[in-house]
T-cell receptor
Framework: DSGVTQTPKHLITATGQRVTLRCSPR?????VYWYQQSLDQGLQFLIQ???????AKGNILERFSAQQFPDLHSELNLSSLELGDSALYFC???????????FGSGTRLTVV | QQQVKQSPQSLIVQKGGISIINCAYE??????FPWYQQFPGKGPALLIA?????SEKKEGRFTISFNKSAKQFSLHIMDSQPGDSATYFC????????????FGSGTRLSIRP
């Protein structure tokens, strides 16, 4: 157990729907990062939050949004889902001073 | 400027052999270079990391070699074992700031028994 908790582990939904992925960072970590990993693809950075504020944005679609709450957990909202959104979505956290991340075990999203 | 280029894309090594994965970066402001190991269906896990003030770091069978002037670094896995079969990602970031890590594209390593 890495200390970063992601729920749900698996999610199957239909095109056009909206889902919410949840991440609880490791205790004491202020930064949360979201990554998308498609089949045989690398880790595509989506967005970073630091202590409740958006810190950096990557290749995140307008249909996707995220937030970090006062208790530091984060949610990634994916709407108007398309088949191509099927992927593993990882959350990672860090203390906030850079350095290495700790990744969660991911949420596997399947859009049918 | 922020890219990290990784090669090869895939690698097959015989058990007991040496696995070598190479990475190159562009931004000289990077000061932290981690490697992550990912098994199928799992999240990436930090394997080993190096800072640019040293040329080599060794942890067990895993060694990072770092060439600051060439802006290149590599992962060497000595005495490779079937359990090392995984995808490896090199990465770069700025250790002193809360900033995202830039990942390489990954190398799928297979160790043949």
């Amino acid at each position: 157990d890495s200390g970063v908790t992601q729920t749900p582990k698996h999610l199957i939904t239909a095109t056009g729907q909206r889902v919410t992925l949840r991440c609880s960072p490791r205790s004491g970590d202020l930064s949360v990062y979201w990554y998308q990993q498609s089949l045989d693809q690398g880790l595509q950075f989506l967005i970073q939050y630091y202590n409740g504020e958006e810190r950096a944005k990557g290749n995140i679609l307008e249909r996707f949004s995220a937030q970090q709450f006062p208790d530091l957990h984060s949610e990634l909202n994916l709407s108007s889902l398309e088949l191509g959104d099927s992927a593993l979505y990882f959350c990672a956290s860090s203390v906030g001073t850079g350095g290495g991340y700790t990744f969660g075990s991911g949420t596997r999203l399947t859009v049918v | 400027q922020q890219q990290v280029k990784q090669s090869p894309q895939s690698l097959i090594v015989q058990k007991g052999g040496i696995s070598i994965i190479n990475c190159a970066y562009e931004n000289t402001a990077f000061d932290y270079f981690p490697w992550y190991q990912q098994f199928p269906g799992k999240g990436p896990a930090l394997l080993i990391a190096i800072r640019p003030d040293v040329s080599e770091k060794k942890e067990g069978r895993f060694t990072i070699s770092f060439n600051k002037s060439a802006k290149q670094f590599s992962l060497h896995i000595m005495d490779s074992q079937p359990g090392d079969s995984a995808t490896y990602f090199c990465a770069a970031s700025w250790e002193s700031s809360a900033s995202k890590i830039i990942f390489g594209s990954g190398t799928r390593l297979s160790i043949r028994p």
